[in-house]
């Protein structure tokens, strides 16, 4: 049996005379650490956006345990265990972190209806909403509303949202974007902690979050996968370093020749 979960095959997203996503070939294999690195405009949030069906390819395949999901709605390929977070967080600013998992929770039990009942009429919601809260470290604000969180709080609630909807492949779209240096580690810790049968495909700029968790790496430049291997292989690798670094004189040339060559 395969231990590949995610895999894209060919895929390519043309508008127009751009192409973002160009012929890119990735498999995200189960309990994966991998991280989808690249300089700005390399195609990273496009193709999030194509696994998680937010846009249509133009050709290629996306595929979840061996099944063909290109064209499945956004919210079935929830259902069948693709969750993202958002660069910019997507919360209820009025709830508090509790009301926001119990919606989740319930919601992914099928109660949507039942959700304003109280939180302890479906036994299954509030020991998941507790274990959530305690895992992320929210048990401590988790009755105040979710607008008067402090950043980090709320990129880890944002996170434990999706935890809740227990995925198959958890894509963590710059989890600490934005977030305070001080609020940095615990995210750090905690993203360390998810669970190992949870494949995580992180898309990051952070090149400490990128080194300290992920075990494998993938590097778009220019819609191309441009270079692939263990994290300490695409550390090391000069080609990479020039991307990143502008190393040379001709480092983005080169960059660009490589990723479409």
Known sequence: MSSVVLET?????????????????????????????????????TLVNLLTGVLEPTSGSIWLDGQDITRLAPHLRVRRG?????????????????????????????LSGGFWKPLGSDARVAPACEKLLAQFHLDDVMNQKVALLAYGKR?????????????RVLLLDEPVAGVPEGERQEIFDIINALPADVSVLL???????????????????????????DVQAIANDPRVKAVYLGEGESAGETAGEAAHG
């Open 9 to 45: 095959k060919g895929l390519l997203k043309r508008f127009g005379g751009i192409v973002p996503t160009n012929d890119v070939s990735i498999q995200v294999h189960k309990g994966a650490r991998h991280a989808l690195i690249g300089p700005n405009g390399a195609g990273k949030t």
């Open 82 to 110: 693709i969750v993202r977070t958002f660069q910019i967080n997507q919360l209820f600013s009025e709830l508090t972190p509790l009301q926001s998992l119990a919606l989740t929770v319930s919601a992914h039990l099928g």
């Open 155 to 167: 990129r880890l609630l944002e996170i434990a949202t999706a935890l809740a909807c227990e995925p």
């Open 203 to 229: 898309i990051e700029h952070d090149m400490d979050l990128v080194f300290n968790f992920a075990k494998s790496v993938t590097v778009l430049v220019n819609g191309a996968v441009f270079a692939e291997g």
